[in-house]
T-cell receptor, first 112, second 114 residues
Framework: DADVTQTPRNRITKTGKRIMLECSQT?????MYWYRQDPGLGLRLIYY???????NKGEISDGYSVSRQAQAKFSLSLESAIPNQTALYFC???????????FGPGTRLTVT | AQSVTQLDSHVSVSEGTPVLLRCNYS??????LFWYVQHPNKGLQLLLK??????LVKGINGFEAEFKKSETSFHLTKPSAHMSDAAEYFC????????????FGTGTQLKVEL
């Protein structure tokens, strides 16, 4: 089984709708991250969490919110989706001891 | 502050020839550096990492990278390209004062031709 899972894998939604992307991990890591990937821009950090009670904004948090329901679960919400939020979204985990991160398979979100 | 510049957005090589993907970084602290690979419609996989040990780092699938502090570079190389190497490659920096946050380069698309 995959260490980091994301649901859904693909989603098409309409402008103005609220949508939640979910991430679960079995690696036992405290740190979890949400990124978005756009062609030619690499990955950009949306939010990150160092533990259940510690949530931090990344470089592009406007229009997004997150919830860390448990050590293993970290959800990303788009309060009112807009077309420029169409992107590939990745969840990642990281341990306290190393700097590498482990990525989920991604969620492709399309906002029409 | 930290940043990464991948000097080529696209690289094309013939199968069996060497691969060179170039990366320069900027970091306020002692950096950790990574190369990740993304195959089409797949997630990101760690190829290799530098975390202040040996400056020549060996990764999976025959890739390696050399950390050169004087040049602020961390170029990725492979002696002989294989068709399965065709993918997008990301150079990534995490500085030790940055709370484990990664900064990604914009990616290099590697094409391998017969």
């Amino acid at each position: 089984d995959a260490d980091v899972t994301q649901t859904p894998r693909n989603r098409i939604t309409k402008t103005g709708k609220r949508i939640m992307l979910e991430c679960s991990q079995t690696k036992g890591h405290d740190r979890m991250y949400w990124y978005r990937q756009d062609p030619g821009l690499g990955l950009r950090l949306i939010y990150y969490s160092f533990d259940v009670k510690d949530i931090n904004k990344g470089e592009i948090s406007d229009g997004y919110s997150v919830s860390r329901q448990a050590q293993a679960k970290f959800s990303l919400s788009l309060e009112s989706a807009i077309p420029n939020q169409t992107a590939l979204y990745f969840c990642a985990t990281g341990s306290d001891n190393t700097y590498e991160q482990y990525f989920g398979p991604g969620t492709r979100l399309t906002v029409t | 502050a930290q940043s990464v510049t991948q000097l080529d957005s696209h690289v094309s090589v013939s199968e069996g020839t060497p691969v060179l993907l170039r990366c320069n970084y900027s970091s306020s602290y002692s950096p950790s550096l990574f190369w990740y690979v993304q195959h089409p419609n797949k997630g990101l996989q760690l190829l290799l990492k530098y975390t202040s040990a040996a400056t020549l780092v060996k990764g999976i699938n025959g890739f390696e990278a050399e950390f050169k502090k004087s040049e602020t570079s961390f170029h990725l190389t492979k002696p002989s390209a294989h068709m399965s190497d065709a993918a997008e490659y990301f150079c990534v920096v995490s500085d030790t004062g940055g709370g484990n946050k990664l900064t990604f380069g914009t990616g290099t698309q590697l094409k391998v031709e017969l």
